[in-house]
């Protein structure tokens, strides 16, 4: 019975070739093919210059004098007490911009503040803040009165204590992730643009993921936090640009630092330091990229990567996370 089947099956695929090939369609088909073998052939080279241009000529460049660049000798970071925020503060005072550090400690901040000015002989500020509250925005802009800001880096964010499934996220963590991740970059943005729009100049910086490329389980509010970043960056990006003022959205995909549970810096995950010093080559070049060269190279092939593979594979990734984090609590 199943010999019969195969050897029908072979004599209507014969006979759908032959149908073909008569009545012209095969190469009219064989037209559709090459078109999309073409179309995906382009968007692959182009995408793949404009990853060399923004990651690797850029490297070969002087480094511009970002102050004078933006318009203003301040660089405001948020969530600048450790990870890629205290990143982002050392280099741009490497760059000799002033920096406002903001976080929840002081300590922690402080330290930071100390090392930035003995290392970079530039200014330093330390603004106080749970981003996890809404009523701290009057306070952020008396505090930020009077400084003319030419960067904003907005970095804060919350993750997940470990991948879970959406009803065992507690509401607090909720809650946080709406505020932190998404509440602020509005809010801070709310408070800088107006004067960056004034002189005509400025660059905001906002923290986005890889993990909002497309939706992903077990992270899946905070996910849908960063595809919120990114697609008010974009837009922003555009209304702004007629005013000097550029917005950038960076996609990351795995750097080392306290959110990524302990992960070592390796080829495919990069520390901070090195993650934000290719980064901020990337401004001014590109409104939209992951910020490092191989997390670039990443999102050129996962581009291609169908919805239920990314979300299937992820899945599994992240399960396996919640697995490794469980038992070193344990
Ligand atoms: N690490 C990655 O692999 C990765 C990948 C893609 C995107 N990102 C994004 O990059 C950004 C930075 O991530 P990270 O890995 O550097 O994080 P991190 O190491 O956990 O650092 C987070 C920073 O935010 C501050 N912070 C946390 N909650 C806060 C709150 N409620 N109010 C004020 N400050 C708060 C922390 O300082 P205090 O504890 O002193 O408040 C700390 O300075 C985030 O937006 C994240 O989503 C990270």
């Not at 102050?67 to 969530?79: F, N, Q, R, S």
């Not at 603004?127 to 701290?136: H, K, R």
């Not at 950038?248 to 993650?275: C, D, H, W």
Request: net charge positive; proline share 3%.
């Amino acid at each position: 019975m199943a010999a019969l089947s195969v050897s029908q099956l072979s004599m209507s695929w014969m006979a759908l070739l032959s149908y073909l090939d008569k009545s012209g369609l095969k190469n009219g088909l064989a037209l559709l093919g090459f078109l999309w073998a073409a179309n995906v052939s382009i968007k692959f080279a182009f995408n793949f210059l404009v990853g060399l241009r923004i990651h690797v000529l850029s490297q070969l460049t002087k480094r511009k004098d970002l102050a004078l660049k933006y318009g203003g000798k301040w660089a405001v970071v948020t969530g600048a007490s450790e990870g890629i925020g205290k990143a982002f503060a050392c280099e741009l005072a490497r760059t000799g911009m002033n920096i406002v550090l903001m976080s929840r400690s002081t300590q922690k901040m402080e330290k930071v503040a100390e090392a930035i000015e003995k290392e970079f002989k530039v200014q330093t500020r330390i603004i106080q803040v749970d981003f996890g509250l809404q009523d701290v925005y009057a306070n952020i802009s008396s505090s930020l009165e009077g400084l003319e800001i030419g960067i904003l880096v907005n970095n804060v964010g919350v993750m997940y204590d470990y991948p879970q499934y959406f009803l065992d996220v507690p509401d607090k963590k909720l809650y946080d992730l709406i505020n932190v991740n998404m509440t602020s970059v509005i809010m801070m943005t709310r408070i800088v643009l107006p004067h960056m729009c004034k002189r005509k100049r400025g660059a905001i910086i906002n923290m986005s993921s890889s993990a909002g490329l497309l939706p992903t389980p077990q992270i899946a509010a905070y996910a849908a936090t960063k595809e919120f970043v990114d697609s008010f960056s974009r837009a922003l990006a555009y209304e702004y640009s007629s005013q000097g003022v550029e917005v950038q959205s960076l996609r990351p995909f795995y750097i080392a630092t306290a959110m990524t549970y302990g992960t070592k810096p390796n080829v495919f995950v990069p520390s901070p330091e090195t993650y934000v010093k290719n980064a901020l080559r990337t401004l001014e070049l590109s409104t939209r990229n992951t910020g490092y060269w191989n997390h670039e190279i990443q999102a050129l092939f996962l581009g291609f990567c169908p919805e239920w593979l990314w979300m299937w594979g992820g899945s599994i990734l992240n399960q396996q996370i919640r697995r490794n984090v469980l038992k070193t609590r344990r």
